[in-house]
């Protein structure tokens, strides 16, 4: 059941964790929180940027159209993050299309008022620095992974990037709860549905991974990790 007060949400971005009540409470003033089903486009690229969003719950998927129309992943976003990424201070519009992977709720903060609230709380403005270098690292690395590795190798550092954000059980399993199709997959990594259901069998089959409507789960991540070389 999703809450339509911001404050206790707010506690949970790591941006905003140090603040004290009082900044706590202009921020609860200043944002909203809105629900979006999954697959709701939450923008658009080349739309106005007028607010900056921060994850409640939920996951986010930003992406650019290339010219010959197919949708090129920038990056997958979970509870706690904020997007855009860019543009602060510019009356540059939003850079790609955001949209919802599964039922989200957000934290909305008008652009303006999160620059005046960074200009007053250099600390903050030094998070989202830092956010952002880590953005512009994590792309760069997704450049050298579409440029250099194959359909293999991309699946699997798209596995293993997620995994890593989950605990093992007691016996190494990882559980990923992201309810994600075939074409949704296909799509993340830059291929076909055909050869991500080809992927999973093959993944099932050796005991290394396996995959249901609700989620999926890694049996070995030291296999996985290993297994495109050995393929």
């Not at 921060?54 to 010959?68: H, P, W």
């Not at 550092?157 to 075939?182: N, R, S, W």
Request: glycine fraction near 4%; charge should be neutral.
């Amino acid at each position: 059941m999703y809450s339509n007060e911001p404050a206790a949400a707010l506690r949970s971005v790591p941006l905003f964790r140090n603040l004290d009540s009082e900044e706590l409470a202009y921020l609860n003033q200043i944002t909203v929180k809105r629900f979006f089903r999954k697959k709701s486009v939450i923008f658009s690229e080349g739309a106005e940027k007028t607010e900056v969003f921060f994850i409640a719950e939920g996951l986010v998927r930003t992406y650019k159209v290339t010219e010959n129309g197919n949708e090129q992943t920038v990056s997958l976003l979970r509870a706690g993050e904020m997007f855009p990424h860019v543009g602060f201070f510019h009356d540059d519009p939003y850079p790609a299309t955001a949209e919802a992977l599964i039922d989200t709720q957000l934290l909305i903060i008008p652009v303006h008022k999160f620059e005046q609230l960074m200009l007053q709380k250099p600390t903050i403005a030094v998070k989202v620095m830092k956010i952002l270098g880590e953005k512009i690292k994590e792309l760069q690395e997704r450049l050298q992974v579409f440029s250099a590795n194959t359909v293999d190798q991309r699946v699997i550092a798209f596995l293993c990037k997620l995994a890593e954000q989950y605990v093992p059980d007691k016996d190494g399993v990882i559980k990923i709860h992201i309810p994600m199709t075939h074409q949704e997959i296909a799509t993340l990594v830059g291929t076909t549905r055909e050869t991500i259901n080809r992927f999973f069998n093959r993944l099932q089959k050796e005991g290394v991974a396996a995959k249901n409507r609700t989620h999926i789960t890694i049996l070995n991540f030291d296999r996985l990790k290993q297994w495109s070389d050995a393929n």
